[in-house]
């Protein structure tokens, strides 16, 4: 871990969004500008994943929150698209998962969970209560200063 700026970590959100225009992406953001000790390789590298895997079933709109919360970071990434099911619910971050025999084999949510893990961290996943998904990576950040 090394101690940088969060906004570093969105600067990068943003270059890798800027290849991903076939569907509206909205970015919130709810946090002091501060300097942190986090990794953000595996966090960047996460949030590669979980955008790979949510543009699989977004069907308009994907909405990227991110938050402060005392020392934890936490991510939110809410599409439109269908949901989980409830078996998905409890087995899609399961290795080799998948939703259909058509689909991918289905490794996104079981590498966004170690790679959240990695970063002793937890991952969620819920439906909206307004229809589609929500995958939650909270991570323990050290936050060094508020600026």
Same mark, same amino acid.
């Given at each position: 871990?090394?101690?940088q700026?969060?906004?570093? @970590?969105? #600067?990068?959100l943003?270059? %890798?969004?800027?290849?991903?225009? &076939? =569907?509206? /992406?909205? +970015? ?28 699989? @079933?977004? #069907?308009?709109?994907?909405? %990227?929150?991110?938050?402060?919360? &005392? =020392?934890? /970071?936490? +991510? ?5 698209g ?22 991918? @084999?289905?490794l ?40």
């Amino acid at each position: 871990m090394t101690q940088q700026s969060l906004s570093k @970590f969105e #600067e990068h959100l943003q270059d %890798i969004l800027q290849y991903r225009v &076939e =569907k509206e /992406l909205l +970015i919130i953001k709810n946090y002091p500008r501060i300097i942190a000790d986090y990794d953000r390789d595996l966090i960047i590298e996460l949030m590669e994943s979980l955008l790979n895997n949510v543009y699989c @079933f977004a #069907e308009k709109t994907i909405t %990227i929150t991110i938050t402060l919360q &005392e =020392k934890l /970071l936490i +991510i939110y990434v809410k599409d439109d698209g269908p949901g989980f099911s409830k078996k998905e619910l409890l087995t899609a971050t399961e290795p080799y998962y998948f939703q259909n025999k058509n689909s991918h @084999f289905g490794l996104g949510l079981t590498i966004v969970e170690a790679l959240t893990q990695k970063h002793v961290g937890n991952l969620k996943i819920v439906n909206s209560i307004d229809g589609g998904a929500i995958v939650s990576a909270v991570f323990a950040i050290k936050v060094e200063n508020l600026h």
